[in-house]
């Protein structure tokens, strides 16, 4: 009952910058009872963790390899979270994947189907 839609991928330099967006969409479920995060893939590796924020944007986590690079937000009223990314290397090239957690839930349930960031080296 919830559909997540990434956005923003696409092929860029070493050292550019992309900013992605995942919309929430549902007629069921509130977007601002649901924590968020961003998670990646790379061919032939497993999906890590990037970054995620709280329901009204007031705590942020990231990745080590993404600190100080990467900025997650959210606007509530848009139902959107977007990743900043900025200063991007070889290995930020993935799959990039917006998850929804509802508030008091320990797992993420909802997976949007990915945008494509690649990074020419």
């Known amino acids: 009952q919830v559909e997540l839609v990434e956005s923003g991928g696409g092929l860029v330099q070493v050292g550019d910058s992309l900013r992605l967006s995942c919309a929430f969409s549902?007629?069921?479920?509130?977007?601002?009872?649901?924590?968020m995060g961003w998670f990646r893939q790379a061919p032939g590796k497993e999906r890590e963790f990037v970054a995620s924020?709280?329901?009204?944007?007031?705590?942020?986590e990231y990745a080590d390899p993404v600190k100080g690079r990467f900025t997650i937000s959210r606007d509530n009223g848009k139902n959107t979270v977007y990743l900043q990314m900025n200063s991007l290397k070889p290995e930020d090239a993935a799959v990039y994947y917006c998850?929804?957690?509802?508030?008091?839930?320990?797992?993420?349930?909802?997976w949007g189907q990915g945008t494509q960031v690649t990074v020419s080296s």
């Open positions: 549902s007629s069921q479920y509130t977007f601002r009872n649901y924590h």
């Open positions: 924020i709280t329901l009204n944007g007031g705590m942020n």
């Open positions: 998850a929804a957690r509802y508030y008091i839930a320990n797992d993420y349930h909802f």
